[in-house]
């Protein structure tokens, strides 16, 4: 599933970045890398941007940009 | 000594400011230069450049501040900027000698990941542990020592909006000088070590990772290395590397590496303590409305609040006018231009700052706090389909009081092409100085005849227009026009911080300093320029030819008098040569010559057409009779309700305002100047001809 399908306060992991370009890289030097915990942790009142927590600090992005992101939510059932 | 060796001489010595954003580098940055700062821009781009002299151990450096990034992966030709700046490449950027990197101390590891990429251009270099109390509440703890043997290079911790470190920073700027460290080097694995060497020429090892690992660069490689670029990283997937990935997976494993026993990480529920609010700041209900709140709260200040100030200097410059005109009885030309040309060209320069200055009061405290970026985070999804973002809403906001202060406040948005249509559409929104035109044509026209309520309606309508056009206008823009890549919207949210009145201070007064001294020149000789061409020429003998055979005297001679040197004058001829091409408009040529000499700033219309119809100087009661009553040459009114409304339209979307055109050069360049006025223009007149040629047939 993609970042953009996760939903709010529900765990995840980072799989991979998807796509080649400037996006991607940029995604992946903020810290976006395989194996990373992230979280979304706000949905902006017109349903778009979010804010992620990852590595102790918060970025918000938006949907489109949120689907190039391939996550694994954690086990159990969302907090 | 060889010829490079540093040297601290009498020259100072460039040395670059450079960080990931919101980690206090512009505070950091205006703390070590204070008032010694100059701003201007990189050539051809809308990137502020923004130098200093800072004092060192044994000398000084000229500080420059890069815009902040999080990789020297560039996508945008701003981006770019910092990349050519530091590799000493830009033409007429000095060559650096050291690099000050800002770090967020409470953000290490992803700090690092651009402290890395910058340790490869072989520079000397610092680190500034930013915000270090920040990283103690969070309880995040860092061996110094330690953590400065593993990197090879001075660190040293800095609180710099209270001033903490500075002195330390100032030393090892000047040790790293002398000694220069090297920033542990990325132990790259075999095959990427060998597709890196495998790149041609001349290269910094800096200047390989870009080449190898940039997918996208923003501009591109020579062709020769491009295409070996192209070869290595076919070699790096045949050897089962991810060519995407394979900088950020193998720089942050070092990093890591870096960290791992030197830093204990912050407790999640430490770090996340400074966000709490945000579950009520960004709430979709509670979050909009203390939004909106916060925001009426702006536009009210600076709409209200400025109003008295301003008032007060009009005060001032119209009674030493006053007195500067009485030294100077007798010399009328000299009279007339030290008091229409240079006094009152100063007062269209410093009208502005108390708006400018009220606007960056806020401007900086929002951005201090981190609420700008909250701001931006609730309202990108109204402005992000048209190539705006949420950064836009403060500015166009503003743009309702002034769009002077707007334009210069679009500095807060980081992606080049927002902030560029930003700029260009901000003016179309209907500000303070509108209003005059608006009051005098409704009060003469509307009211009279269809009632407060479509005057009011009417007033409401005009303040609309520009909002509505504009929202359109940025999307073909950015459509259509716009040639710059977007940057990716990934907007850090910084955790609350207490802003600093020293901070707060410093920003208001470096806008105002900056507007004075860049913009303030050239709206300052718009004046003289618009005064010039409404004096001259002074034919002799015109008051003479008035008076003869004249009922009028006294004050309504001189009255006339004054019409008629307006209409000899060359804006007056100019107004005559041009009324065709306002005619499908319903303007006549007085109503041309009003918006003609209006160009220095809007509300001088109510004055020019007062002169034109001989009314005494601000009697809006009698203009507006006049104007009732005035005639064209077939005895047919000049003004019904089409031309006022078509005037007011006009109004509502020309660019006749000297200061906004002079800001947008500022800020974005002549060309792009030229462009906003001249789509402006364009569009008022089409607007007019459409209400006035509707409002006949109706």
């Known amino acids: ?79 | 000594m060889s010829p490079e060796a540093p040297v601290l001489a009498a020259e100072p010595v460039p040395v670059a400011v450079v960080g990931n954003p919101n980690t206090g580098k512009s505070t950091l940055f205006n703390a070590l230069t204070g008032a010694t700062q100059q701003v201007g821009n990189y050539p051809g781009v809308t990137v502020e450049r923004r130098q200093g002299t800072c004092r060192i151990e044994g000398g000084t450096t000229t500080l420059v501040d890069l815009p902040g990034t999080y990789s020297l992966a560039a996508v945008s030709r701003d981006e770019r900027i910092v990349v050519d700046v530091l590799a000493g490449r830009l033409e007429g950027e000095p060559r650096l000698r050291a690099v000050v990197v800002v770090i967020d101390a409470a953000n290490l590891r992803r700090n690092l990941f651009l402290a890395s990429q910058i340790g490869e251009l072989g520079l000397p270099m610092v680190l500034a542990l930013n915000m270090s109390d920040e990283a103690r509440q969070k309880e995040v703890r860092i061996d110094l020592e330690a953590f400065a043997r593993r990197v090879g290079v001075p660190v040293v911790p800095t609180v710099a909006t209270r001033g903490e470190g500075l002195d330390e920073l100032r030393r090892a700027i000047g040790r790293a000088l002398r000694e220069p460290g090297s920033f542990a080097p990325v132990p790259w694995p075999e095959p990427l070590r060998r597709a890196l060497d495998a790149l041609p020429g001349e290269l910094s090892p800096a200047e390989r990772s870009r080449a190898l690992f940039d997918l996208e660069p923003a501009a591109p490689l020579p062709p020769e290395l491009g295409e070996a670029a192209d070869r290595a990283r076919r070699s790096l997937e045949e050897a089962g590397f991810d060519p995407v990935s394979a900088e950020a997976v193998h720089r942050y494993r070092h990093i890591d590496t870096l960290l791992d026993g030197v830093v204990t990480r912050a407790k999640p529920e430490a770090a996340r303590r400074p966000y709490a609010v945000d579950r009520f700041l960004t709430h979709r209900f509670w979050g909009l409305l203390v939004f909106c709140l916060l925001m009426f709260l702006v536009f009210s200040s600076i709409y209200w609040l400025a109003k008295p100030l301003m008032d007060g200097i009009d005060g001032l410059f119209g009674a030493l006018g006053v007195e500067v005109g009485s030294w100077l009885e007798g010399r009328p030309m000299v009279q007339d231009m030290v008091v229409k040309g240079v006094i009152e060209g100063v007062r269209s320069v410093v009208i502005f700052l108390p708006q400018i200055l009220i606007l960056f009061f806020f401007i900086a405290v929002l951005e201090d706090t981190g609420y700008m970026a909250r701001a931006a985070f609730l309202m990108d999804k109204v402005f992000g389909w048209t190539g705006l973002n949420g950064k836009s809403f403060v500015p166009m906001l503003s743009s309702f009081a002034c769009a002077v202060p707007a334009i210069l406040s679009t500095r807060t948005i980081e992606d080049p092409k927002a902030r560029l249509s930003t700029i260009l559409v901000a003016p179309l929104m209907s500000c303070s100085a509108r209003l005059p035109v608006y009051i005098l044509l409704i009060g003469a026209f509307i009211e009279p005849r269809f009632g407060a309520l479509w005057a009011g309606a009417t007033l409401f309508a005009m303040h609309l227009l520009g909002l509505v056009v504009a929202v359109p206008i940025a999307f073909l823009i950015n459509r259509f026009l716009l040639k710059l890549r977007t940057i990716p919207f990934l907007l850090e949210m910084p955790p609350y911080r207490r802003p600093t009145a020293r901070n707060v201070l410093r920003r208001m007064y470096l806008s105002g300093r900056e507007f004075v001294m860049r913009a303030g020149t050239v709206i300052f000789a718009f004046s003289i320029l618009i005064w010039a061409l409404t004096y001259f020429p002074r034919p002799e003998g015109l008051a003479a030819w008035v008076a003869k055979d004249n009922p009028a005297e006294g004050e309504e001679l001189e009255r006339q008098v004054r019409t008629a040197y307006l209409e000899q004058s060359l804006m007056g001829r100019f107004g005559k040569t041009v009324q065709p091409v306002f005619a499908p408009a319903g303007f006549d040529w007085k109503m041309t010559v009003g918006v003609l000499a209006a160009f220095p700033a809007r509300e001088v219309i109510v004055s020019t057409l007062g002169i034109l119809y001989a009314v005494e100087e601000d009697d809006e009661e009698g203009l507006r009779d006049r104007l009732k009553v005035a005639r064209r040459a077939d005895g047919s009114p000049a003004y019904t309700p089409a031309v006022a409304l078509a005037v007011m339209v006009f109004f509502a979307f020309c660019m006749q305002c000297g200061s906004t055109v002079a800001v947008t050069a500022r800020e974005a360049g002549w060309k792009w100047a030229s462009f906003a006025f001249a789509y402006m223009t364009g569009l008022a007149w089409a607007a007019a001809v459409v209400v006035y040629q509707a409002g006949r047939a109706v």
Do not use: C, Y
């Open chain 1, 1 to 79: 599933m993609t970042l953009r399908e996760l939903g709010l306060r529900r765990p995840a992991d980072v799989v991979g970045v998807d796509g080649k370009g400037a996006l991607a890289q940029r995604l992946l030097a903020m810290g976006f890398l395989p194996g990373t915990p992230v979280e979304i942790v706000h949905v902006a009142p017109f349903g778009d941007p979010i804010t992620v927590e990852l590595d102790g600090w918060r970025v918000s992005l938006r949907l489109s940009e949120a689907a190039a992101l391939r996550v694994e939510p954690r086990n159990g059932s969302p907090k």
